[in-house]
């Protein structure tokens, strides 16, 4: 092949590089005034695309404006501090640039020897956090690209143990039924490691909850195991959530994780959005008795201001994680060094990018202390706008908020009126929200978690719900 232009101009990487930071910091400075939600129909953004690819090359000239033109109209705008929606996905500033110097360095760290940079920084980083989260000594970390992926390989792990570690050689036919217990709190992705497992959605074992929290009945969980038991099936694992998505659910770790224990199953928690609280000790007793998990997740990349993706899997023993997902090959091996770890032996897949620079950008810039503050915020201003509405006799609060997650409803709004509340606020552009269903109701998910997110913002929402509550 010719070329009549170097490939890789790094003049123009320069130039372009600091443009882009210039116009990255302009996005952000002006974000509060853009609407939250894109407000567009589908199809457009594509239809600013030419249906076919270009043949010839036509240089990046004019890169910016075309992002202005054809890319930024069609954002929603995750970053902005009136985003109350689902769960935040934080990008600060540090964590943008560590993301920079990793697509820079373009690392692969599937083995110790073919990024030892990216490995031991992220050993480093996760001890960092572990220590951050109050975790005790031993729990080790690994950087998973999702909660999703790292509850997929819990749930694998728990299959492997519990039938001796056959599933992977024999596959799962002529295999007793595997059983899997957590309640109808947890997230869907545990329904889809499920499937992914090849266990099957029938053995993931809905357990009922109890109490404010909504967590797993310790009782019910020990009964239903002893029954699965009896009838010829596998127990196999509990998923624990701390923060479910619907309402902040909270399974009691101490008794559930007991329950486990006594009956010898593996156990998985799941605190994708709440775990990052746990910085703040006094946040702690939401997930008390998390030293007795096999397994935890949280999500860095939602409430830590460390940009996707970035998912921290901690773990009391990986030996039965390796044991399910290592594969050795001759090229995978490292002949002549020891005391290393291969991380992509910890992971569904095998190539790994360099995302452990972004935990240490976020803690250098920070510290604990920086990010407590942040999260302290986002729980008080919170948990005011819920007494604020709580004191308008047109509002119900229909869960009471766990950390700076509630939901509630118009009073006497059937489920219409409340899809119609739900579509006017977010046609506003105000502010974002997210419409849930509890107890079968529909409701109103609201909570803050942008670090661009003031206090005034969250008055301003306050405000906006009850302009719009009509
Ligand atoms: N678990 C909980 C509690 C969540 O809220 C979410 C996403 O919001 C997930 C898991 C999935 O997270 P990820 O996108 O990292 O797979």
Redesign the pocket.
Known sequence: MTTEKPLLDWDQFARLGADIARWGAAYHRTIAERPVRAPLEPGRVAAAFPAAPPEEGAGLDDLLADLDAKVVPGLTHWQHPRFFA??PANATPPSMLADFVAAILAQQGMLWQTSPASTEIETRMMDWLRQGLGLPDGFQGVIQ?????A?LAAVLVMRERALAWAGNRQGLSGQPRVRIYASDE??T?VDRAIWIAGIGAENLVRIPTQGPLRSMDPVALRNRIAADRAAGDLPAGVVA?V???GTGACDDLTAILAVARDEGLYSHV?????GAAMLCPEFRPLWAGIEGADSL?L?P??WMGVQ??F?AHFLRDPEPLVKTLAIQPEYLRTHGKDGFVNYSEWSVPLGRRFRALKLWFVLKAYGLRGLRAVMRDHVRWSQALAEELRADPRFEIVTEPVLSLFTFALKGADEAAMIDFVTRVNDDGRIYVTQGRTGGRLVVRFQAGSFACTEADVRLAGTVLRDLAG
């Not at 690209?145 to 992926?149: E, K, L, R, V």
């Not at 799941?270 to 709440?274: F, I, L, Y």
């Open positions: 689902y769960f690209d999702s909660a999703s992926g509850t947890v997230h992705s959530c923060g479910g998505t799941d605190a994708a959005w709440a997740v999500n990349h939602k996707f993706d998912s």
